[in-house]
Each structure stands twice: as structure tokens, then as C-alpha cells.
């Protein structure tokens, strides 16, 4: 059972444009949040956090959105640029109140590709 | 500052062999977690260990194992290899448990092929 789950498997998008990558969560237990971009041959890199206390973190050029109540958040990238084509990961941690005993919980990825 | 160090990047294994990874966080994180990724099952977590302590395991079997050392190093086993176990294996480092709501960084992994 898939607890983060990633819809679109890719996105593609034109150079300038905004880039809204989404992610739905079923366990309720989840209360942090996080964004990873991945290069082919790479590791994750870490792109923003957010925590269940807030509905909107933005740093540069990405905001991420959380709504609790539909389980869902989202990454938006503006402006998109080349560099930001890769996969993008949702990640999500249960801390101390939801016992915290899996590490991150991962989606499948969407692999965003952004177009000149 | 140094990023998170993955040892080697790749390696060919035999089935029925064992294998060690090895992991140095950043400077200053107490925390590494492991994960598998495979283009089946995604990124799944392995276990985490933080002050030398395995803090949390992932659903993974006993051959699956790890440790972390005073200086926060980290190595991970993996005893009679399978095929199935061929992956990227990735090193997460955090400055506390992930049990802290905290931001993990990682390594760029070792790919390990069984063969």
C-alpha cells in the first residue's frame, strides 16, 4: 500500500512557465514534509521542507503547499528553467506524534521536463 | 563544507556473496539513514542509526544490516547476496533522528549489481 503516492509519472513544461508538481499522502500520521530532485546516476538532492503546522513554505524560485485536509501538497517552480529537468521526489516523516519509525516515506517520482 | 561520501560508487557482486557499503555524513550529523532505491519499488528505508544506536528498521530481512561508529560512519552489510538485492543504495545524513521532523541530506549512492 502506497502511503506517498506521485500520479504523474512525467510533466512537461515550456521554459518560463510554472512547474506544479503534485503529491497525495494517506497516512495521517505524516507531519513533515519534503522535496527531493534527482539527476540520473545521483543522489537525492534536498530542495524545501515543510511541516504540518504550515500551509506554504517558499525559498526562491519553489513554494511548496500543504493542505492537511485533502492530504495533498504540491511544489511549484517559478520561473522553470532547463536546469530543473529531472525527478522529482515527495517525501513524507511521522515525527515523535505518529511514532516516527520509518524514516521518509517516498513517491515514485515525477520526471519533469522542461522545454525551450 | 563536504557533502555526504558514498563508498565505492559501484560494485559487482556474485550471488551468495556479502557485501559492505560504507557512509560519511556531513560533519557535525549524527544521524544516517539507509535506503534502497529499485525501479520497481522506489526509495524504501533500511534503517536509521544515530549515536551508534540502530534507531529504526525498515521491512527489510536480517540480511540486511548496519553500523555507525563514534565518529558517526556508517557501514551497511548485506550477507548472501541475491539478484534481487541488485540497487542504488543511498546514505542519508541528518543532524538529529528524522524522528525530529529534520531535513536529511544525501550521498550520491553506490549501485550494486548482483550477478
Known amino acids: 500500500d502506497q502511503q506517498v503516492k506521485q500520479n504523474s509519472p512525467s510533466l512537461s513544461v515550456q521554459e518560463g512557465r510554472i512547474s506544479i508538481l503534485n503529491c497525495d499522502y494517506t497516512?495521517?500520521?505524516?507531519?513533515?514534509f519534503l522535496w527531493y530532485k534527482k539527476y540520473p546516476a545521483e543522489g537525492p538532492t534536498f530542495l524545501i521542507s515543510?511541516?504540518?503546522?504550515?500551509d506554504k513554505n517558499e525559498d526562491g524560485r519553489f513554494t511548496v503547499f500543504l493542505n492537511k485536509s485533502a492530504k495533498h501538497l504540491s511544489l511549484h517552480i517559478v520561473p522553470s528553467q532547463p536546469g530543473d529537468s529531472a525527478v522529482y521526489f515527495c517525501a513524507a516523516s511521522a515525527g515523535y506524534s505518529g511514532g516516527g519509525a520509518d524514516g521518509l516515506t517516498f513517491g515514485k517520482g515525477t520526471h519533469l521536463i522542461i522545454q525551450p | 563544507k563536504a557533502g555526504v561520501t558514498q563508498t565505492p560508487r559501484y560494485l559487482i557482486k556474485t550471488r551468495g556473496q556479502q557485501v559492505t557499503l560504507s557512509c560519511s555524513p556531513i560533519?557535525?550529523?549524527?544521524?544516517v539513514s539507509w535506503y534502497q532505491q529499485t525501479p520497481g519499488q522506489g526509495l524504501q528505508f533500511l534503517f536509521e542509526?544515530?549515536?551508534?544506536?540502530?534507531?529504526n528498521k525498515g521491512n527489510f530481512p536480517g540480511r540486511f544490516s548496519g553500523r555507525q561508529f563514534s565518529n558517526s560512519r556508517s557501514e551497511m552489510n548485506v550477507s548472501t547476496l541475491e539478484l534481487g538485492d541488485s540497487a542504488l543504495y543511498l546514505c542519508a545524513s541528518s543532524l538529529y533522528q528524522q524522528i525530529m521532523n529534520t531535513e536529511a541530506f544525501f550521498g550520491q549512492g553506490t549501485r550494486l549489481t548482483v550477478v
Open positions: 560533519s557535525g550529523h549524527r544521524s
Open positions: 497516512n495521517s500520521m505524516f507531519d513533515y
Open positions: 542509526y544515530f549515536s551508534e544506536t540502530q534507531r
Open positions: 515543510i511541516s504540518s503546522i504550515k
